[in-house]
């Protein structure tokens, strides 16, 4: 395969992944979520690289099936996807455009770790007194009602304001 032909089908497959949702939160894309990490063209087909949101995440199966299907679906060849496990996924890798889907969505997203936080490992590396917006009105007065919502990745909210429940996609 020349490197043109490997270029384009690894482009053409980028655009496939970006129509794959996520199984949990189908508002987003496996890509808008930062799950999907590399297309490889190889001489025998093409190698998807993904990293699940976290090492035990159920839907991680339902990922691989969906992305492989859509790539076999798309005329794309051949594919076999790769776990990565390493560096750990980060919600940092959250994409604008999946922000802004998650907060359409009903899901308040992540905020991103400002730049002079950096540190090797980042377990519960918030802003003391950080307020979660709430995804509806926007009001940041909100209380947390559990640290897990409807997955391990969320935890539940209620605005005090327009007192509408919601969830938060937790930052890693």
Not at 22 to 28: I, M, N, R
Request: glycine share 6%; charged share 20%; net charge neutral.
């Amino acid at each position: 395969m020349n490197a043109v032909a490997a270029a384009s089908r690894v482009a053409a497959a980028w655009a496939v992944l970006h129509t794959v949702p996520d199984p949990e939160v189908p508002a987003v894309s496996v890509c808008d979520l930062g799950i999907v990490r590399e297309v490889i063209a190889h001489d025998d087909g093409l190698e998807i690289v993904l990293t699940p949101t976290y090492s035990g995440c159920p839907a991680t199966e339902a990922i691989e099936h969906d992305v492989l299907a859509a790539v076999e679906q798309a005329g794309l060849g051949r594919a076999r996807a790769t776990l990565r496990r390493a560096p750990a996924w980060s919600s940092d890798w959250i994409s604008d455009e999946g922000r802004a889907k998650l907060k359409a969505y009903g899901i308040a997203p992540p905020a991103q770790a400002a730049s002079n936080t950096a540190m090797p490992i980042r377990l519960f590396g918030r802003i003391a007194g950080e307020r979660i917006a709430c995804p509806r009105c926007a009001s940041e007065r909100t209380e947390r009602l559990s640290a897990f919502g409807s997955t391990a990745c969320k935890a539940l909210y209620r605005c005090l304001a327009c007192r509408e429940p919601f969830e938060h996609f937790k930052p890693i």
